[in-house]
T-cell receptor
Framework: NAGVTQTPKFRVLKTGQSMTLLCAQD?????MYWYRQDPGMGLRLIHY???????AKGEVPDGYNVSRLKKQNFLLGLESAAPSQTSVYFC???????????????FGPGTRLTVT | AQSVTQLDSHVSVSEGTPVLLRCNYS??????LFWYVQHPNKGLQLLLK??????LVKGINGFEAEFKKSETSFHLTKPSAHMSDAAEYFC???????????FGKGTMLLVSP
């Protein structure tokens, strides 16, 4: 099992450019998440999905869009990159809740994005 | 609502001494609590989790945490620090019925020889 994989690992964009980050998981997880990590801020949720074809906004969704066309893939798009979106982006996945207990999340290795 | 506060942004210990990383949470009902570790330039790895079974939870690499409902705390401990424990640690909460986790801001553990 590869677990959760992310592509690319690094990317440099100019302000105004667009790009898509790809997350893939091979654990048949229902739930998938996109986070950004900035120094001293912990991880902040951007968007998430509780199943194929469904997405929802997290804490910091502005400037990002997502799609979950296949259960194993979760795409994060930046339509017009800004320097404030310079960050490390993590994807995670988990099984759906077992009763009322949310299962732990499995994380990818991250994508380091710089916007100049 | 759910939130988590990690009380120290940095903790420094000497190798072989105990480790204590403090975490307080706020949750309206039946929290699940997790500790994750992140080594430099790596993804996050689950250390341990509490999901309403035993209040003392044992994790990987000799770490453990105790759930104290009366104090709304979930502190992480280890009897003897190793150099390889140097990393950033995140306390995480989920409230029953929520589909998302809330992360603390992290505690950087520094281990000196």
């Amino acid at each position: 099992n590869a677990g959760v994989t992310q592509t690319p690992k690094f990317r440099v964009l100019k302000t105004g450019q667009s790009m898509t980050l790809l997350c893939a998981q091979d654990m048949n997880h229902e739930y998938m998440y996109w986070y950004r990590q900035d120094p001293g801020m912990g991880l902040r949720l951007i968007h998430y999905s509780v199943g194929e074809g469904t997405t929802a906004k997290g804490e910091v969704p502005d400037g990002y869009n997502v799609s979950r066309l296949k259960k194993q893939n979760f795409l994060l798009g930046l339509e017009s990159a800004a320097p404030s979106q310079t960050s490390v982006y993590f994807c995670a996945s988990s099984y759906s809740s077992q009763g009322t207990t949310l299962m732990e999340q499995y994380f990818g290795p991250g994508t380091r994005l710089t916007v100049t | 609502a759910q939130s988590v506060t990690q009380l120290d942004s940095h903790v420094s210990v000497s190798e072989g001494t105990p480790v204590l990383l403090r975490c307080n949470y706020s949750s309206s009902y039946s929290p699940s609590l997790f500790w994750y570790v992140q080594h430099p330039n790596k993804g996050l790895q689950l250390l341990l989790k509490y999901t309403s079974a035993a209040t003392l939870v044992k994790g990987i690499n000799g770490f453990e945490a105790e759930f104290k409902k009366s104090e709304t705390s979930f502190h992480l401990t280890k009897p003897s620090a190793h150099m390889s424990d140097a990393a950033e640690y995140f306390c995480v909460v989920n409230t029953s019925g929520y589909s998302t986790l809330t992360f603390g801001k992290g505690t950087m553990l520094l281990v000196s020889p």
